[in-house]
């Protein structure tokens, strides 16, 4: 680009402006040109101050950017409206616990489930029809600020209409037939209105789709690796005349179906050894066709997979990672153009550029994390010079770049010497230690007192010792928590999350204690679990025991390695929404297709009390869905139809769910049940441990950088994860795609 471009104003001439809401016409009188300008002045605090905050949350700056638009934007991305948008999606994806059928009973077990409370017709319908207006109000906004034009171009706000208008369809149908009927199309279109509100959500859908076809080639192998030693195990484990040699065929490969089951489930390790068992007991040379199917399946094209998907979803997050970086970048460079337009910029600079009181009063005005704010504003008040260059701007809104830290208050400073040496014995790190041993040794006496009662009546426990104790160490924590306020003051020890978890359970053990004693005396020989309120001493006792046991989880950041660990699953805990978000979408869309195909699939047998049941067990199969009591797991509402799907994700015993709605509905079951697994257990979890292993390695080969954990807390995003790697985007760049908004036209 030429060094003269930048001299030129983001707007064009206020002579052939008009027709955005932007402009004025030329000529009229001094004062009205006066006022003109000042009207214009406004008009470019205001948009700077827009795209600054696009910049913060890496959002589109392709939006009307007249003064009514920018009103509208701005009360659109407030937290109050985001918050009813996130409400009402809440609201509408929680009516499939409460919609028939109701997930409203204790038990989702078919033998003892009662009868659920279903709301009469019209209840949840209103509810749905309340956000349905929300959302038709959300879609006419984002159409409205995005422009006709680029509206057409945005093939998410298309699918959200269409979405609507389905929706809405489906809404009437249902009222039209009083609620009674037995598909709803807008159930499983429910979760599109959580992914579409997300760009991080839809960022790393993105992503997942691109690393799709790299998978698939794996998959494929997989499938052929799967297929041809299903045909091996047919020929091996074919039918013999002696029918005690076929137990392999009989129970496992009687047919093509029942061999690619078997082998699948071998696959993921949940019916080893017992798929091999029977063959293995006629002929030990039968061990090595499983051994092999295992090794090549599971430890090398399972684990290839794994590799694939970190190498190519990591690749893929970058480059959505990079565009964040450019949409921040693009936005503070359209804020630079459009300040360089105000008045009170000296015509005679040879380049654009920007007054220091122009960006303080967008800082003022625009809503930004305290920290960022701060520190720009420090930038700016060191600064000499009183007009800022293009670079110069970039370079001064970097904070927004930077790892937030949080330091702590200082501790209190003491005139007396005898309170100095009491800040510095309480104070210092090895007094935590001493609370640790304590902690560690309150866990032993637990331990040791459950163990000698563990075979006792409750009649006949005596809860002298293990009340006493518990007295003496929660007294202890008391103790500590004060001197530990005293030595480092309030502000400064709540400013340790360690503390506060530490001081919050020794509040609340505190009053579990002083409601013991007031309830049941205080600890004495003889001092027996009699019921006398809401809570048996027993229950007392052992709730206190619970919070004890979890405080002990204080000694976390007092080690090292542990302590990195600990806080990197933090930080996939802040940063997996959008993984999170997805993993809700697939459950949602699953869970209500499987209610349409399974709903009261599972069907007792007969009606059975707790005790004949058990008795009955030794009569059925071993390791079927009777025999091993799955009743609860079953799609007859929404929980349970989730609980179930869980269990099928962690794969211990799937086996048993494809065998039972195989039984129960169709053998076409099975393929409902494979393609959950593949999703979930192949993609979305190794998709996680990809993220997982990207946090845990950045943050390992940083550890050395930084201070100590204790002392300086870093909070780290997605985007932050990979800044090392990110390229900057060039002059070039940034302005080609200036030229490109559709509502903002540079003149040069």
């Not at 997989?222 to 091996?232: E, G, K, N, P, Y």
């Not at 003022?364 to 930038?379: G, L, P, T």
């Not at 999350?497 to 509040?507: A, E, I, K, M």
Request: with cysteine; charged share 20%; glycine share 4%.
């Amino acid at each position: 680009m030429e060094a003269g471009a930048e001299a030129e104003p983001l707007l064009p001439p206020r002579r052939w402006r008009a027709g955005r809401g932007l402009w004025r016409e030329r000529g009229g009188a001094r004062s009205a040109a006066e006022d003109g300008a000042g009207t214009d002045n406004d008009l470019y605090i205001n948009q700077a101050i827009v795209f600054i905050e696009d910049a913060i949350q890496y959002r589109s700056i392709n939006h009307r950017v007249d003064s009514k638009s920018l009103w509208l934007y701005r009360w659109y991305y407030s937290r109050t409206c985001q918050w009813i948008l996130s409400l009402t999606i809440t609201v509408i994806l929680a009516l499939a616990f409460i919609e028939e059928p109701s997930s409203l009973t204790i038990t989702s077990d078919v033998r003892y489930r009662l009868p659920a409370w279903n709301p009469p017709c019209g209840l949840t319908e209103s509810l749905e029809l309340l956000c349905f207006l929300v959302f038709v109000a959300d879609v006419s906004v984002k159409s409205y600020l995005m422009g006709w034009k680029e509206f057409w171009k945005n093939k998410w706000l298309m699918a959200y209409i269409l979405t609507l208008i389905v929706s809405l369809a489906d809404w009437i149908v249902s009222l039209s037939f009083f609620c009674k009927e037995s598909v709803r199309i807008r159930r499983i279109l429910r979760p599109f209105f959580l992914l579409q509100n997300s760009s991080m959500m839809k960022k790393t859908l993105k992503s997942i789709n691109s690393t799709l076809p790299e998978m698939a080639s794996v998959l494929l192998l997989l499938a052929v690796h799967l297929s041809l030693f299903t045909m091996f195990a047919m020929l091996l484990f074919a039918r013999t005349k002696d029918n005690q040699q076929d137990k392999e065929w009989v129970v496992y490969f009687r047919n093509l179906p029942d061999s690619l089951t078997s082998l699948l489930v071998l696959l993921t390790t949940a019916n080893n050894p017992d798929v091999m068992i029977p063959a293995y007991s006629k002929n030990r040379a039968y061990s090595i066709f499983f051994i092999l199917f295992t090794v090549l399946g599971n430890l090398f094209l399972m684990n290839l997979l794994t590799a694939i998907i970190y190498n190519q979803f990591r690749g893929y997050l970058l480059k959505s990672v990079q565009s964040s970086l450019f949409r921040r970048r693009l936005g503070i460079r359209a804020a630079f153009e459009v300040l360089s337009s105000l008045k009170e910029t000296p015509a005679s600079a040879q380049q654009s550029c920007v007054s220091v009181g122009a960006i303080v009063q967008v800082l003022q005005k625009a809503e930004m994390d305290s920290r960022c704010k701060q520190a720009i504003m420090r930038s700016l008040k060191m600064c000499s010079c009183d007009q800022l260059s293009a670079a110069q701007f970039q370079k001064l809104f970097e904070e927004l770049d930077k790892d937030a830290i949080k330091q702590h208050p200082p501790s209190p400073e003491y005139q007396s010497h005898f309170m100095q040496k009491v800040q510095f014995a309480f104070g210092h790190p090895y007094f935590g230690y001493l609370g640790n041993v304590v902690a560690l040794a309150n866990i032993i006496s637990i331990c040791v007192v459950l163990v000698m009662d563990a075979d006792k009546q409750p009649s006949e426990r005596d809860d002298f010792f293990l009340g006493a104790i518990n007295c003496f160490f929660i007294l202890y924590y008391l103790l500590e928590m004060l001197l530990k306020i005293l030595a480092m003051g309030l502000k400064r020890y709540l400013s340790y999350p360690s503390n506060r978890f530490d001081g919050l359970l020794t509040v609340i053990l505190l009053i579990l204690e002083i409601a013991t004693f007031a309830v049941y005396g205080f600890p004495h020989p003889g001092w027996r679990p009699e019921l006398m309120g809401l809570l048996s001493l027993w229950d007392m006792v052992r709730l206190v025991n619970m919070l004890i046991v979890f405080r002990f989880l204080r000694i976390i950041p007092n080690m090292k390695f542990m302590a990195l660990v600990v806080t990197t699953l933090l930080d996939l805990v802040k940063n997996l929404r959008a993984f999170a978000g997805i993993l809700v979408v697939v459950f949602y869309a699953f869970a209500i297709t499987g209610i349409m195909l399974f709903k009261g699939a599972v069907v007792p047998l007969g009606n059975t009390s707790a005790a004949n049941t058990t008795h009955d067990n030794g009569t059925l199969q071993c390791g079927t869905y009777e025999q091993l009591e799955y009743w609860p797991n079953n799609f007859d509402d929404f929980a349970a139809a989730v609980v179930t799907l869980w269990d099928v994700m962690v794969v211990n015993n799937w086996q048993v769910f494809l065998d039972a709605f195989s039984r129960y509905s169709s053998p076409w079951a099975k393929i409902y049940f494979v393609a959950w697994w593949l999703i979930s257990s192949v993609i979305w979890v190794n998709l996680f441990v990809a993220l997982l292993l990207e946090n845990f390695i950045h943050k390992w080969d940083r550890r050395c950088q930084r201070e100590s954990l204790s002392d300086i807390e870093y909070q780290r995003t997605v985007e932050l994860m990979f800044r090392d790697v990110l390229e900057e985007p060039t002059e070039e760049e940034l302005m080609e795609k200036l030229h490109q908004h559709p509502h903002l036209h540079l003149c040069r």
